[in-house]
Every structure is written in structure tokens, then in C-alpha cells.
């Protein structure tokens, strides 16, 4: 987009009625400086799409490790997933000719690894700074994943996984649906034309998409569900808000 979607995009995001209550900006939790670890990792991997891969994957790990200082595994979890699959789908721009499904999948798991496990060992070793041992960590480890799977948890994070879609339509009305759907059929109707497909604008799409899509699919998964789990993907929603209005 041109300079009024980088207008619009922070006035739709820190609008949003969702992120100025509990657990959100104006809150003592850490979601805001997720949201800017989250954010900053995407905006970084699409700007360096021409650079050394040295440079690309040297800062997806540093910001994979600021991400985890934030809220653990979130941000780390949902980077590297959404990039996993920008890399096996999107072909890059500066790509001469095409490239086959060994390549592509061999990009994206280095991809992946340098915005994932960076993160994963930084929270390891923090946990086990904190806790003091292997055992400690493990069994902190197996409470966490037994309750967010439903073992022992409280009703009230019972809900169902539309929990997440009734709160983006809350956070920014039915733009939420409207400004995926818009990209959906953007990237669709590009795929007739190689020139467009092979484009940044193309990636950038893409990218938003798979942003939004793999924060919702993952935090659906568990049984533990509450509004503030999909903020990761509040930044790309309001980037998409921010092109629609803009177009």
C-alpha cells in the first residue's frame, strides 16, 4: 500500500477497543511488546527478501529470541509457522526462474528453524535459570501442557474456537472478514498473470494471510481459548483493514 495504509494501519490496530482493556496495551502484561516482536520479524523477512541469507536468518533468530522474552512460545511459534509456509507456497521476487518443491521446502524449513528454535532455547534456558533444574523444567512443562489441553483447567477457558472470530469482528468490525476475503481474491485472480504473482505486493499479501490464518489454527487447537491468545494476528488484520479502506 502507499503512505495512507501506514496511516490507517496503526489507527485501526491501537483503536481496536479489544487492545486498550485487560491483558492489552494499556495492560502490565507483555502483549504490546509481542506485538511489536511478532510484527518486527514479518516486516524484517519481507525487507530482506533480496539480501544475504546470513543477514535473513541472523535477525529472524535475534527477534525469535525478543519474541520469546515477551510471552514464551507464542511468538515464536506463530513466525515460524506463517514463514514455513510464505517460503513453500510464495515464490521470492528476485527468483530468475522457477524453483522445484525440494527447494522450496528446504528453504522453508531453514527459515522456520532460524524464526522458531532460537526462541524455543532462549525460553528452555530461561526457564531453566529461573526453576534451577532439568526436572523442575520438565514437570512445569507437562503441568502447562496438561492444562492447556483441558486437564485441570478453569471452565471459563472452555470456549469455543469462535471465540476468535466474535472478537476481531468486536476489535474491527466485519473488516475482519471483509479485508482477508479482499486479499483471498487478489491473490487468486494475480495467479493468471506471472509477472504479478512473482511480485512483492504478492508476497506481502501472502504473507498477511498466512499470519492471520496460522495465529487463529493454532490457538484453536488447544482447549484453553481466550481473546487475547489471537492478538499476534491483530497486526495483520489491521494492515489488511488498512489496504481495503485504502483501495
Known amino acids: 500500500g502507499n503512505r ?12 481496536a477497543p479489544g487492545l486498550l482493556l485487560e491483558h492489552g496495551l494499556r495492560s502490565a502484561n507483555p502483549e504490546a511488546w509481542l506485538l511489536l516482536a511478532v510484527t518486527a520479524s514479518f516486516v524484517f523477512f519481507l525487507e530482506t527478501g533480496a539480501r544475504s541469507a546470513r543477514v535473513r536468518l541472523g535477525g529472524l533468530a535475534l527477534l525469535s529470541c525478543f519474541s520469546s522474552w515477551t510471552k514464551g512460545l507464542v511468538g515464536p511459534l506463530v513466525v515460524g509457522g506463517a514463514l514455513f509456509l510464505v517460503e513453500l507456497a510464495v515464490p521470492r521476487e528476485t527468483e530468475a526462474g522457477p524453483t522445484t518443491l525440494r527447494q522450496r521446502l528446504a528453504r522453508a524449513v531453514v527459515t522456520a528453524g532460524a524464526a522458531t ?5 532462549f525460553y528452555l534456558a530461561w526457564l531453566l535459570f529461573s526453576l534451577g533444574s532439568v526436572g523442575d523444567v520438565l514437570y512445569f512443562l ?3 501442557l496438561a492444562r492447556r489441553s483441558g486437564a485441570g483447567l478453569d471452565p471459563l477457558h472452555l470456549q469455543p474456537p469462535s471465540i476468535y472470530v466474535r472478537a476481531a469482528i468486536e476489535n474491527f468490525g466485519y473488516f475482519a472478514l471483509l479485508a482477508p476475503l479482499a486479499l483471498a481474491v ?7 498473470d506471472p509477472g504479478v504473482a512473482a511480485s512483492q505486493e504478492h508476497r506481502i499479501h501472502s504473507t498477511l494471510l498466512l499470519w492471520i490464518g496460522v495465529t487463529f489454527v493454532l490457538f484453536a487447537i488447544p482447549s484453553s481459548r481466550l481473546v487475547w491468545y489471537v492478538f ?7 494492515l489488511a483493514t488498512a489496504l481495503l479502506l485504502d483501495q
Not at 232 to 238: D, F, M, S, T
Open 142 to 144: 507437562g503441568i502447562d
Open 4 to 15: 495512507w495504509t501506514m496511516v490507517l494501519a496503526p489507527l485501526t490496530l491501537v483503536s
Open 117 to 121: 528454535l532460537p526462541g524455543l532455547l
Open 186 to 192: 487478489r491473490l487468486l485472480r494475480s495467479r493468471r
Open 232 to 238: 499476534p494476528a491483530y497486526p495483520a488484520l489491521a
